[in-house]
């Protein structure tokens, strides 16, 4: 098992590790964009149900598997469907960096908390109604209709103005921000919950509405009994007084007490950490997960660049490959599919070892290399020289007791050879093919071929010799 998992970690390549890194730190973008929000606990639900479909699949449960697959197919159409709202304030985010880098959003200035704070209360206590929104990490346009523009600093009077006077404004919602009121009047989505006490009314219905499709903070003053409550993550709640009220302005605006931003980090550390090993497990499913293991062995194709060079001998002529990857293209493979080509790259004769690496290797796509035995070839390089050498007929077999050869003519005589040096200077004489006396019984003729070792070459004429033999009874004692 140790060397299963130790051959498995050899075949990552640094490829593998950018394309793991990538993905993880889309997942972790992911994460930081949607979390707390009900899109987020549908993919954290996707996820485990991708889980069980893997283990499904690991332990044979063929069936199981598909309909978990047809599940996740159908639910991940759903969302797209159900929360296309929540992914169309994220594609229309004013900043791009709040997509790809950025952890928190400040909407609104810390400067413009006790402006928003008194006049809320001071609405209260007149018993006048208001509604105002504060968004999150993304915008809250692809939601709410209406308004008029306003875009003017955040202050006090301003707000109570709005929401005092008989026209138009008073009855919508105010957005802030940064440090600026942007629009007034505008309208919310009415929640459809059917749960709420009776004594909620419209307006607190539109700002819960507003928190169950995304991230904003919206703060209701009650009209009848001057209530002021918090609408926030498909929840509302009442709020006491301005300490409660500027606690959770901080907290959702990201101006927290040093220690919650230490454990803020401290979250993200653990989500990026939790993001990577997720995607590697993914990774290893399906780039691994079906991985096996096979070897072959190939012959080791020898390319030279010198013409008056040639190859004397290769040793090992064959080398065995270990492969790693998919079961189905494994069982596949042969032999003619993986070439192992070397490339001599010395003119000189002399013996030379070069190493094989995977860059000696074509293998087919998805396969990948993980041992080769031996990983080293040693070839012996000479110079190709000319030579005649005289030509002899290889006589084999036995002659009739009664008959005697006594002349033979071989035409022609002597060839010229093309061949390394060393194996030419060796050479006295070349013989013909084996040639059988066996049947002779009188005078002919016979054309046979040269027998030649593979590095050697005839110049000038074929590989063709005729062979003129003449034969007599043996005289009787």
Same mark, same amino acid.
């Given at each position: ?7 498995? =970690? ?15 730190? *889309? ?11 009900? =899109? ?76 928003? +704070? ?69 309208? =919310? ?53 301005? #300490? ?57 194709? *020898? ?41 001599? #790259? ?14 000696? =290797?074509?293998?087919?796509?998805? +396969? ?10 040693? *070839? ?69 071929? *040269? ?27």
């Amino acid at each position: 098992m140790f060397d299963s998992l130790k051959l498995l =970690l050899s075949t990552i390549t640094v490829r593998d590790i950018i394309d793991i890194v990538i993905n993880s730190y *889309i997942l972790f973008r992911i994460y930081v964009l949607f979390y707390g929000t009900a =899109l987020f606990r549908a993919l954290i639900g996707i996820v485990i149900l991708f889980v069980c479909q893997r283990i499904s699949s690991n332990f044979g449960l063929v069936m199981t598997s598909y309909v978990i697959q047809g599940i996740i197919t159908i639910a991940l159409f759903v969302l797209v469907i159900a929360f296309r709202h929540e992914i169309r304030g994220i594609l229309q985010t004013r900043n791009i960096g709040d997509i790809f880098w950025r952890l928190s959003k400040k909407r609104i200035d810390k400067s413009s908390y006790q402006d928003i +704070i008194d006049a809320v209360f001071s609405l209260s206590r007149k018993r006048i109604g208001a509604l105002i929104v504060i968004p999150g990490k993304y915008s809250v346009s692809p939601f709410v209709t209406g308004g008029t523009n306003i875009n003017s600093l955040i202050s006090e009077e301003l707000l109570e103005t709005i929401f005092m006077s008989k026209g138009p404004l008073h009855d919508g919602a105010v957005l802030v921000d940064k440090n600026r009121i942007t629009r007034a009047g505008v309208v =919310l989505p009415l929640s459809e919950e059917e749960e709420l006490p009776s004594y909620y009314g419209t307006r607190h219905r539109a700002a819960l509405g507003l928190s169950e499709v995304c991230d904003a903070l919206v703060i209701v003053v009650s009209e009848e009994r001057g209530e002021v409550s918090i609408a926030h993550e498909r929840e509302i709640f009442p709020i006491q007084d301005k #300490k409660d009220l500027k606690l959770l302005l901080d907290s959702h605006l990201g101006n927290i007490a040093k220690e919650k931003v230490d454990k803020q980090y401290l979250r993200f550390g653990i989500a990026s950490i939790l993001c990577f090993l997720v995607v590697t497990g993914v990774w290893f499913t399906f780039t691994r997960g079906q991985t096996t293991f096979s070897s072959i062995e190939v012959p080791v194709e *020898i390319i030279k660049k010198a013409p008056d060079i040639d190859i004397v001998s290769t040793s090992p002529n064959n080398v065995k490959l270990t492969l790693s990857g998919p079961r189905v293209i494994l069982r596949s493979i042969n032999v003619n599919d993986i070439d192992l080509i070397v490339k001599i #790259k010395d003119e000189k004769p002399g013996t030379y070892i070069y190493d094989i690496t995977s860059k000696n =290797l074509s293998l087919p796509p998805g +396969i990948k290399i993980v041992k080769l035995d031996p990983s080293r070839v040693t *070839i012996k390089l000479d110079r190709i020289i000319t030579k005649i050498i005289p030509v002899q007929v290889n006589w084999v077999g036995k002659l009739n007791p009664d008959i005697l050869i006594t002349k033979c003519v071989v035409s022609p005589k002597a060839v010229k050879l093309r061949g390394p040096r060393s194996l030419l200077n060796s050479l006295s004489t070349v013989y013909t093919e084996p040639v059988t006396v066996d049947n002779i019984t009188k005078s002919g003729e016979l054309i046979t071929r *040269i027998h030649l070792n593979p590095s050697l070459h005839v110049i000038g004429m074929g590989y063709d010799i005729t062979v003129k033999y003449e034969v007599k009874k043996r005289a009787s004692d």
